[in-house]
């Protein structure tokens, strides 16, 4: 990627953050709404920070198929609600144990474990009820979205499925099966859904979801792979989170079964396999282009 074209995607990602956070805020009950303390709690986890890379990938998504999907940012900010939510029970003293997020104390940190459990149940059931009153949007596209957001989230092949068998091989034997098991499911289910998603509400035909679909197959693991090199490789400071958390816990990693220079080779032939993936598509899904080159090549 050029430097003007880097220009180009960093200014594109700082407009879409703030399109997604005007929508995010007009979802998200106040901190003055009583009860006040849960609505602080998720506001501060929601609004921390963070890329957004899951609500911007469905909306190039969306543009990649039709050129103007009006409302598509209400649909996609749900992605950031179940991901928040999965951040906020991730580091909880049960699961990850993690101190900081984001660059900030985490949830159950500032608000105690109790008030971060409901916060995050609350993200969750808060998305759905965003889905159910997308304005504009048919009950059977609805339908479709919410299924496809709750399977990404669920327990077979899915976000929590996935967190399951991340607990469950710690400490064990690192193998290939293994990790792959856990983060097709933990990560890439997520944000394979994110860009069908984006693709159903702009009204897909079977051939583009197809092809979004496979992009988002190899983006998933893509940002899984460079994840998990960056935990071994970055500073807390740069990752906002704390670092070598991976090895300190014996989680089954990529650079734990392949070593960090093959894990960049693989992260790169994802990279170009994502390209490869998009080649039905005309300049219209250049953005989701652009996010497969930043993917790979981010630093934090």
């Known amino acids: 990627m ?20 005007r929508v995010l805020n007009e979802w998200v009950p106040a901190e003055n709404v009583d009860p006040g303390i849960i609505h602080r709690a998720m506001r501060y986890s929601l609004f921390a920070g963070g890329k957004r890379i899951r609500p911007v990938l469905a909306i190039a998504a969306a543009r990649a198929v ?24 991730d580091d909880l003293p049960a699961l990850d144990n993690d101190d900081l997020r984001r660059g900030r104390p985490t949830c159950h940190k500032v608000f105690g474990d109790a008030m971060a459990i409901l916060a995050g149940d609350a993200l969750l059931t808060l998305a759905f ?34 967190q399951v068998n991340d607990i469950e091989g ?41 092809a979004i679909s496979e992009y988002g197959e190899h983006i998933g693991l893509a940002f899984q792979i460079i994840d998990d090199v960056l ?44 390209h490869a993936a998009l080649r039905i598509f005309d300049d219209r899904a250049d953005r989701l282009r652009q996010i497969a080159d930043f993917v790979v090549q981010r630093k934090a």
């Open 129 to 162: 009820e965003v889905l159910s009153r997308l304005p504009g949007v048919g009950a059977e596209r609805k339908i479709r979205l919410v299924e496809e957001l709750s399977r990404a989230s669920g327990t077979r092949g899915g976000m929590i499925g996935g």
């Open 231 to 274: 935990d071994v490789e970055e500073p807390s400071e740069s990752l906002g989170k704390t670092a070598g958390k991976d090895q300190a816990q014996r989680k089954v990693t990529f650079p734990a079964v392949y070593g960090l220079e093959r894990s960049r080779e693989m992260a790169e032939k994802e990279r170009l396999a994502a």
């Open 170 to 210: 710690e400490g064990k034997h690192p193998t290939p099966l293994l990790l792959e098991s856990i983060h097709r499911a933990k990560t890439g289910a997520l944000l394979r859904a994110s860009v069908r998603m984006g693709a159903i509400y702009a009204g897909a035909r079977h051939q583009e979801l197809a």
């Open 2 to 21: 050029t430097s003007v074209e880097q220009s180009s995607l960093q200014e594109y990602l700082a407009e879409q953050v703030l399109v997604v956070d």
């Open 66 to 89: 039709s050129d103007a999907p009006d409302g598509v940012e209400n649909a996609a900010a749900t992605l950031e609600l179940i991901h928040t939510y999965s951040l906020i029970h």
